[in-house]
């Protein structure tokens, strides 16, 4: 069973900061694309960072700039870090990945729970 849990959100002035992490567990051959989406209420899901295994970065237009998506594939984990927050940026931040799991031939999709993340005065 392939787990993703996210962490990191919270409230914040704009202007601030905040890093998001999203560690994934379980019985895991391989990881492809990691991703970061968000969801603001009454709005679609929209990719907001995308990483390939291959070291591959994809940001949304919006947040180019002031968002940056790393990852750390010894530790299973992709990080965002999300500086001059705007209150445009609040959304439930929500991690994906394509991973290939033990007894699989070829990978799934799995989505963590997301993490809230408001940016307000």
């Known amino acids: 069973q392939v787990q993703l849990v996210e962490s990191g959100g919270g409230l914040v002035q704009p202007g601030g900061s905040l890093r998001l992490s999203c560690a994934a567990s379980?019985?895991?051959?391989?990881?492809?694309?990691m991703t970061w989406y968000r969801q603001a209420p009454g709005k679609q899901r929209e990719l907001v960072a995308s990483?390939?295994?291959?070291?591959?970065?994809n940001y949304v237009d919006s947040v180019k700039g002031r968002f940056t998506i790393s990852r750390d594939n010894a530790k299973r984990t992709v990080y965002l870090q999300m500086n001059s927050l705007k209150p445009e940026d609040t959304a439930v931040y929500y991690c994906?990945?394509?991973?290939?799991?033990?007894?699989?031939?070829?990978?799934?999709?799995?989505w963590g729970q997301g993490t809230q993340v408001t940016v307000s005065s």
């Open positions: 990483s390939t295994s291959g070291g591959s970065t």
């Open positions: 994906y990945a394509r991973v290939v799991a033990v007894g699989e031939v070829i990978g799934n999709d799995y």
């Open positions: 379980g019985s895991i051959l391989r990881i492809y694309t």
